[in-house]
């Protein structure tokens, strides 16, 4: 039984760094290929799919600031990425690849993003797992003792 553990916990953790290496990969593209919101927003605006508060939302607060968001999308894309190869924060950093996608899908953007948020929700279920090999896995033990030593 400790060897099927021991053989999930390897496999749920090279399933969250490769998810992880997708998400770098990702932000990083975005990054050095100059990556712009503002031509998105009249896409979204046309689309026939995205809901009416969506188109709105993109229109009233993404167009407006779309230069703010030109820098946090990528950023976004590449801490979730670093989260997860590191496996430090895994489930916050899993928890914003599945917000990510969602919105994407809600800009009717639909590649592979539903496959990823299956593999996030596989990676949420099984988190005990796919923290076997991490960094947080290592500091966990020191947080709690100092959250028992501190009161917290």
């Not at 999308?73 to 670093?82: A, F, W």
Request: proline share 5%.
């Amino acid at each position: 039984m400790k060897v099927i553990y021991l053989l999930a916990g390897y496999g749920f953790s090279l399933l969250r760094v490769v998810f992880g290496l997708m998400w770098f990969k990702s932000g990083y593209a975005k990054i050095s290929g100059g990556f712009g919101v503002e031509s998105l927003v009249p896409v979204v605006a046309a689309n026939a799919d995205s809901p009416v508060w969506y188109k709105h939302f993109f229109a009233q607060v993404v167009g407006p600031y779309a230069n703010v968001f030109d820098l946090v999308i990528p950023i976004g894309e590449l801490l979730i990425g670093v989260g997860l190869v590191l496996g430090l924060l895994a489930v916050p950093a899993i928890v914003m690849s599945v917000f990510v996608n969602v919105n994407y899908i809600l800009a009717d953007m639909i590649f592979t993003y539903p496959a990823e948020i299956m593999l996030a929700v596989i990676l949420l279920v099984g988190h005990k797992f796919s923290t076997a090999v991490s960094i947080e896995r290592w500091l966990y033990p020191k947080w709690k003792n100092r959250r028992l030593d501190t009161g917290m």
